[in-house]
């Protein structure tokens, strides 16, 4: 350790995400505001002298000898995460493993492995497995005007919100299934910063000859969906439960395989503006009732 | 029958939490995670290690008048099943099926039927989107890296 710290001694800086606090050092002063690129938003730089967990980046300069490989290295603690001669691999895989680690020792947030998009000031989240089309659903509410939460992780804190977690969607090549990266801003649709409360949860996974018949689930069953595809469940289940029951408590709970992403947007977005539309209206009834009692 | 009809729940080793009518449990020593309906939630929480099964329906016939001896060793077989149960404590349960239990109810009494759900929670690599470095795997698509190196199936890794 220390004579990686020896190596890595060029720059740093520590920050906060959701309760969890991370270091970064580096080699060299010119990457560090790569590393900071792949901070999501929501992170803070802080001052904290105790961390978590401390990547250390050995990027490698330019070679003195011709025929020489360049290779940067990323140490987690003491352990070697990565070494490759790509640095924006480098970058993926710090981006990648910090999430992870987040994900799984927020002290503060449940982190479900779902997609969430935000539609009229309220949040849909779609939890599933990897391979179950997420990213697909995600995509096709993006191009009906959603505004982009999250492509990998539903952030739900104590009241049930979710809140944000942008980074660039993962989605596969139909051939190789190797997720390429994608930046929402590609895709021109905006992104969310403000948490949201839980309006639908879709409950469903692609199959190609399939069509979307929705039924209502009930919420305990919803609950237990989401536990199903949480990171922290086993680690703080009494924390994960009543984080995962205030996310659903007032949301409408869709299941059914689908086969076409459209049909299902389409589907979820059009009960959504009738659902609003009795919000609305009861919101304006009732008063005058409370006048009349 | 009879004596040796004091249901023993392992309520002590899980976690349960109210949602609306119905319970959630999470089992600490398997992982998995149970949801049970109004009636099945109704007979677990009955069983205490003392009451018998006719005195379960009897309290139970109070709540809901569609209950019987019949629903209640339905049920706990359903508990038992989904391990939620001490298993010398069950006694023999019903050899109805809820297709049956259905067809005597004709219909009306759907919600008195019992119903237990249970799913395995997942490790928290089990829940990612793709396995991060090191961890063990058997294709390149697995690994958030891509790159799942090793003889394939074979002690390979994400790298």
């Known amino acids: 350790m220390d004579k990686l710290y020896r190596m890595v001694r060029a720059d740093g800086f520590c920050f906060k995400l959701f309760g969890v606090t991370l270091g970064v050092r580096t080699s060299q002063l010119s990457s560090i505001s790569r590393i900071r690129a792949q901070l999501p938003p929501g992170s803070r730089v802080t001052a904290a002298r105790k961390v978590d967990r401390l990547y250390s980046f050995l990027i490698a300069s330019n070679p003195s000898r011709a025929g020489t490989h360049l290779l940067h290295l990323l140490y987690v603690n003491s352990q070697r995460l990565a070494r490759t001669g790509d640095e924006s691999e480098l970058m993926q895989i710090f981006a990648s493993d910090f999430s992870f680690h987040v994900a799984t020792t927020s002290p503060n947030r449940l982190f479900v492995h779902a997609g969430v998009v935000g539609w009229k000031g309220k949040a849909i989240v779609i939890p599933g497995r990897s391979f179950s089309g997420k990213t697909t659903l995600v995509k096709e509410f993006l191009r009906q005007g959603a505004t982009y939460y999250s492509d990998d992780f539903a952030v739900i804190d104590s009241r049930g919100y979710v809140y944000p977690f942008i980074k660039p969607l993962g989605i596969r090549d139909d051939h190789s299934q190797k997720q390429a990266s994608v930046a929402a801003e590609q895709l021109g649709c905006p992104v969310g910063i403000k948490p949201l409360q839980i309006e639908f949860v879709l409950l469903t996974h692609y199959n190609k000859t399939a069509r979307w018949h929705p039924r209502s689930v009930s919420r305990g069953q919803a609950v237990l969906n989401l536990l199903q595809n949480s990171f922290s469940v086993r680690e703080k289940p009494e924390v994960a439960l009543a984080f995962a029951d205030a996310a659903v408590r007032n949301a409408t709970i869709l299941a059914s395989v689908r086969g076409e992403a459209e049909e299902v947007v389409r589907s979820v977005l059009f009960c959504s503006i009738r659902v609003l539309n009795q919000d609305f209206a009861t919101r304006i009834i009732q008063p005058q009732r409370e006048g009349y009692g | ?159």
């Open chain 2, 1 to 159: 029958m009879g004596e040796n009809e004091n249901i023993k729940p392992k309520r002590f080793e899980m976690l349960s939490r109210e949602v609306l009518d119905e319970l959630l449990i999470y089992d600490h020593k398997t992982y998995r995670g149970h949801c049970l309906n109004q009636a099945a939630a109704l007979v677990w929480k009955a069983c205490d290690g003392k009451t018998t099964v006719a005195e379960i329906t009897r309290m139970l016939k109070q709540v809901d008048p569609s209950m019987d001896e019949q629903v209640v060793r339905f049920a706990l077989g359903k508990l038992k099943k989904a391990g939620l149960l001490l298993d010398e404590s069950v006694p023999e349960t019903a050899k109805i099926s809820r297709r049956d239990l259905v067809r005597r109810a004709g219909g009306i009494a759907i919600i008195a039927i019992p119903i237990v759900t249970s799913m395995l929670m997942p490790t928290p690599a089990r829940a990612a989107s793709c396995f991060q470095v090191l961890h063990p795997c058997i294709n390149n698509a697995q690994c958030c890296s891509g790159q799942c190196v090793g003889v394939l199936g074979i002690n390979a890794v994400c790298t």
